[in-house]
C-alpha cells in the first residue's frame, strides 16, 4: 500500500457552491490534490531506490521533490476540513478569544488575513498558525507549497491561494475569491484544531 492516500471528502462536491464551483472541486480534489499524493509516493520510492543502490546522484531532487508534493499533499488535506456548506460567520468561545488577544478583533484578524492571502506573489497559501514556543496565533505567507513559513508552528486555518483553486470562478479577481471563502470556513474545525495545537498535538495529528 502507498503510504499516502487521497483522503476522501467529507462533502459532495457542489455542496459549496456558489462559494467554490462543483467544477473546481472536483478538478482540484481528484486531479490537483492527487497529483501531490503520487509526488509524494513516487519521491519516497525513489529515496527507497536510492538507499538499496547506494545511488545518491538525485538526492537533492527527491529531498525537493519530497517536500513540495508532501506539503501539497497536507496542505489540501487541511483545506478540505477547513471548509464545510452552511458555514461561515465568526469564530466562538477561545478561538474568538484568542483573535481578539493576538490580532486586536475579529475584523482585524480577518483583514490582516485577506491581506496577507492576497499578497502572495505567485502561488502559495494563506494561514492562521499556533505558534507553540511563543504559544500565540500567528498568520503566515506560505509560498508554493512548503517555504516562507517557521519550522514547528500548527496551521490552523489555510486558504489556497493557487490559481487551480479558484481561476475557473473568479479569474483574477482573486479578491472576490477570498470573500467567499469567509462564507464557507468552518470555525469548528478551526476550533478543534486549536484546541489539539494547545494540548501538544503535532501538525501531523492534525489533518483530519
Known amino acids: ?16 457552491e456558489p462559494h467554490i464551483s462543483a ?7 481528484s486531479k490537483h490534490h492527487k497529483a501531490y499524493v503520487d509526488g509524494a509516493n513516487n519521491a519516497l520510492a525513489g529515496l527507497d531506490e536510492a538507499r538499496e543502490t547506494g545511488n545518491f546522484a538525485n538526492i537533492n531532487r ?5 517536500a513540495f508534493h508532501l506539503g501539497g499533499h497536507i496542505n ?12 461561515g460567520g465568526a469564530p466562538e468561545g477561545e478561538l474568538s478569544a484568542a483573535i481578539d488577544e493576538f490580532f486586536g478583533s475579529f475584523d482585524k484578524f480577518q483583514a490582516h488575513f485577506t491581506a496577507a492571502s492576497m499578497g502572495i506573489q505567485g502561488s502559495g497559501w494563506g494561514v492562521l498558525s499556533f505558534d507553540p514556543v511563543g504559544k500565540r496565533l500567528i498568520i503566515q505567507q506560505l509560498f508554493d507549497q512548503q517555504g516562507n513559513t517557521a519550522q514547528g508552528t500548527i496551521p490552523l486555518l489555510q486558504l489556497d491561494m493557487w490559481e487551480h ?8 479577481v482573486k479578491a472576490d475569491y477570498v470573500k467567499a471563502f469567509w462564507n464557507i470556513v468552518d470555525w469548528g474545525n478551526v476550533a478543534k484544531r486549536f484546541e489539539a495545537a494547545r494540548a501538544g498535538a503535532s501538525a501531523t495529528l492534525l489533518i483530519s
Open 62 to 66: 527527491l529531498e525537493k521533490d519530497l
Open 165 to 172: 483553486a479558484f481561476y475557473l470562478d473568479y479569474q483574477n
Open 23 to 29: 467544477r473546481i472541486m472536483e478538478l482540484h480534489h
Open 1 to 16: 500500500m502507498s503510504p499516502y492516500v487521497l483522503p476522501d471528502l467529507a462533502y459532495d462536491y457542489a455542496a459549496l
Open 76 to 87: 489540501h488535506s487541511i483545506f478540505w476540513t477547513n471548509l464545510a456548506p452552511n458555514s
